[in-house]
């Protein structure tokens, strides 16, 4: 009898603690498991809240008469939009913003990759000058604005000290002020702010060539420049693609420098590209509708350069393969 109710309390305990076990492997899987379903949920919550809704809200006010001081907002439907393809303004920051663009990306990747390629190689200094040329992307914007304005400063500027130097001019130039110099002195500032950038990521492609690839091009008896345009340009292409495309939306939604510099003038809004023009609109002449929609256009543009760049990827990767 004794003998049996031991093995029965001996039973008992042994269920109990695999009932026990049991819950708490329960409880750890779900502490284990729960984690990455609250980030991902976190992040979700995220992009909803604080990039999502924003665009809906965009593009619902972009169909609206929203402007400030209006007693009731209603539904216009694509009445701002037929207003976009009539404003001439429009066009004219547009053809700005795309002029800007063009000469920002190629002139911050070529010297990108000119800067990247002579500091590639082995010489003394080298880690001095990489850092030097790192500079300028680290400088905060405003404080690259404020001493450029200094040196452009029409009365004590030093570009004027230098202007004067060559024959035929002895007045003082406005360098902000006059239309034809407005644009290529913004442009020069946008190039000297983000070329490090590409810099140091077309250095880093470089870097990432294997050796032996130049190895056996040196036996081929490859030319320095058969090299360079046999192994290392087709080699970080996919670089200078990803460059471009980033070099492409920084430009395009390019404010402070611009803002700070000029304004968007001097005159008729020779440097006022979509994105000052869609400040304007919304904040200055509180037109949240019409901005709205310039914002719109803007997006569609941005997402316009993406689905290149994916585009020349894809079909860059095909061409590898065969």
């Not at 990521?201 to 345009?229: C, F, H, M, S």
């Not at 997402?303 to 290149?308: A, M, Q, S």
Request: with cysteine.
């Amino acid at each position: 009898m004794s003998t049996s109710g031991n093995i029965e309390r001996m039973f008992q305990s042994a269920t109990a603690e695999a009932v026990e076990e049991r819950a708490r492997q329960r409880r750890g899987w779900s502490r284990h498991h729960s984690l990455p379903y609250t980030l991902v949920f976190l992040i979700v919550a995220y992009l909803g809240v604080f990039i999502l809704f924003p665009i809906a809200q965009q593009f619902l006010t972009s169909f609206s008469n929203n402007v400030v001081g209006v007693d009731k907002v209603t539904w216009v439907g694509l009445r701002n939009y037929e207003r976009l393809f009539e404003d001439e303004d429009f066009w004219f920051a547009v053809q700005v913003t795309f002029t800007y663009m063009a000469f920002v990306v190629v002139g911050a990747v070529s010297l990108g990759l000119l800067a990247a390629l002579l500091l590639n190689r082995k010489f003394r200094g080298r880690n001095l000058a990489r850092s030097a040329i790192a500079v300028p992307w680290a400088f905060p914007e405003i404080s690259a604005v404020l001493v450029f304005l200094w040196m452009c400063n029409p009365t004590f500027g030093v570009m004027n000290v230098f202007a004067r130097l060559i024959p035929g001019i002895e007045n003082n130039l406005n360098w902000l002020s006059d239309p034809k110099l407005a644009m290529p002195l913004v442009i020069a500032l946008s190039i000297w702010k983000a070329f490090p950038f590409t810099f140091l990521v077309i250095l880093a492609a470089l870097q990432a060539i294997p050796r032996e690839t130049y190895e056996a091009a040196e036996v081929d008896g490859a030319n320095p420049l058969q090299v360079l345009r046999h192994i290392t340009i087709p080699e970080i292409t996919p670089t200078l693609l990803l460059m471009a495309v980033l070099m492409s939306i920084f430009s395009f939604k390019q404010f402070t420098l611009i803002w700070l510099t000029t304004g968007g003038g001097p005159y008729g809004g020779i440097t006022e590209t979509l994105v000052l023009r869609i400040y304007q609109t919304a904040f200055r002449f509180f037109d949240l509708a019409y901005g709205a929609t310039l914002g719109v256009s803007g997006f569609v543009i941005v997402l316009g350069l993406t689905l290149l760049f994916v585009y020349a990827q894809q079909r860059q990767d095909r061409a590898r393969r065969r």
